[in-house]
């Protein structure tokens, strides 16, 4: 059988991506605006999957596939931000859905170099959604979306202004109140979804208990962050935000306890051996869960089966 290719372009500069849309090349090589208003059909985009070597905020005012929350609760129709990193696939059928049907009306493109020097460039890592899928994107109300607009037009009137010295230090703030924003508004998006999530919690929960039931620890080891988003249909990043949102854990501090949990009540019920839970669980060393044991119960497994004698 042949085996199949994988075919993703690679944008490696903002002149690139400018090339494949149509577009004049960007008046800054490192970061560019474009208003949708001013391309024929909006700012659409490669239909295939591809990488960027760079950042990208793409604001679209329709949002495909609204979710339905119990009986009446729809998303917001205002439409919303979809967030990429360097070296994310995205578009076609595994990405953010650019295509000529659903085009953005602003897209920033942020080379890294750009940040260069600045603060930036290591706390834009700590923005979890620019690794979250295009269904975890952000649906905006009509108040946040004229909030954001208004930062993206800040942006361009400061890119298409006079250069001097301080040009890139206000962009670069302009930059920081876009994602401040979207942080915040994110945290509002896991409030409204909170029946939704609550579902969700649930969904880990049996999944959690039937990997442990079933056995599949013994054959797969310790289930990981990965394993539940694949099951929940999830990024693992937004299903981490989403649960510290709820309990206050994100997904690898949940699985833990869960682990724990299930540990303990191995070690209160049956005459299992320290070594035969922790494989039982998943564990390639007693001695790592035995220390993981320690750490979320200050006993040994010994101790906490003496405390039941």
């Not at 995205?90 to 295509?99: C, E, H, L, P």
């Not at 004229?146 to 206000?170: A, K, P």
């Not at 510290?244 to 869960?258: D, E, P, T, V």
């Not at 540990?263 to 669980?281: D, P």
Request: overall charge neutral.
């Amino acid at each position: 059988m042949k085996k199949e290719e994988v075919d993703h372009r690679k944008f490696d500069s903002l002149s690139d991506a400018h090339r494949v849309l149509g577009l004049p090349q960007p008046q800054h090589p490192l970061i560019s605006l474009i208003n949708g208003a001013n391309s024929p059909g909006g700012v659409g985009g490669p239909c295939r999957p591809h990488v960027l070597s760079f950042y990208k905020i793409s604001y679209k005012p329709k949002l495909g596939g609204k979710l339905r929350y119990g009986q009446a609760y729809y998303d917001f129709d205002e439409g919303g931000l979809l967030f990429a990193s360097p070296n994310q696939i995205i578009g076609g059928s595994t990405g953010d859905g650019v295509d000529g049907g659903n085009c953005s009306m602003y897209t920033l493109l942020i080379h890294p170099d750009f940040l260069w020097n600045y603060p930036l460039a290591k706390t834009i890592r700590q923005f979890g959604f620019f690794s979250y899928s295009a269904n975890e994107a952000l649906h905006l109300s009509e108040q946040e979306k004229t909030t954001v607009i208004s930062i993206f037009e800040m942006i361009e009137n400061e890119l298409h202004g006079r250069i001097d010295d301080f040009s890139q230090d206000v962009v670069i703030s302009q930059i920081e109140l876009l994602l401040n924003y979207a942080n915040r508004f994110y945290k509002r998006q896991f409030i409204t979804r909170k029946a939704m999530n609550n579902e969700l919690l649930q969904q880990i929960e049996d999944l959690l208990d039937d990997y442990f039931d079933s056995e599949k620890s013994l054959s797969q080891g310790l289930p990981t962050v990965q394993y539940l988003a694949e099951h929940v249909n999830r990024s693992p990043s937004y299903l981490s935000d989403m649960l510290r949102s709820l309990i206050g854990q994100n997904a690898q501090q949940y699985i833990h306890n869960k682990l724990i949990e299930k540990a303990k009540e191995k070690l209160s019920t049956t005459n299992s051996s320290v070594s035969e839970v922790a494989y039982a669980l998943g564990f390639e060393h007693p001695q790592s869960f035995s220390k993981l044991f320690k750490t979320k119960t200050n006993l040994s497994p010994l101790a906490f089966r003496r405390s039941f004698n």
